[in-house]
């Protein structure tokens, strides 16, 4: 009786210890090893890998030049807004967005993303 207690105890710290391996794993990125820290990219390497891929080439509204405030960018990067997806923080790194939401903030409008 005790035994099959015991086997089904097993089991579940069994599962349970999988489960927490599978949460606690880190991301890996592409050429990452396992513990490696990866250095956070600049602003507007963001803006050009990331947001650019719809803002500026008429996906997204255009960001730059309007002085939306960085807490504004910030907000809508962690939680999306209709046609956009949420940035998650192994996307983009907090580091990562507290740089880029003020250099949006105070970024200069952006000649060829209005066409001219
Ligand atoms: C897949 C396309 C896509 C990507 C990538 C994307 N966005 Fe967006 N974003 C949108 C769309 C579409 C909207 C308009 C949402 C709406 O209609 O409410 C938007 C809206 C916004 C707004 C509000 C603009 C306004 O006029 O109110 C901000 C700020 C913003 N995005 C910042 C960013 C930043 C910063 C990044 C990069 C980390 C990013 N977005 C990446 C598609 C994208």
Request: aromatic content about 6%; overall charge positive.
């Amino acid at each position: 009786m005790s035994g099959i207690v015991n086997r089904a105890q097993t089991r579940a710290v069994l599962a349970l210890t999988a489960l927490s391996v599978a949460v606690m794993a880190p991301p890996l990125f592409a050429g990452q090893k396992l513990g490696e820290v990866q250095p956070a990219r600049s602003a507007d390497e963001i803006y050009a890998r990331t947001c650019g891929y719809c803002h500026g080439r008429n996906v997204g509204p255009i960001i730059l030049g309007r002085a939306i405030p960085a807490e504004t960018v910030k907000y809508i990067v962690r939680h999306g807004q209709n046609g956009m997806p949420a940035f998650r923080p192994t996307e983009v790194k907090p580091e990562e967005l507290e740089a880029l939401a003020t250099w949006v903030e105070k970024s200069a409008a952006r000649k060829q993303e209005h066409g001219y």
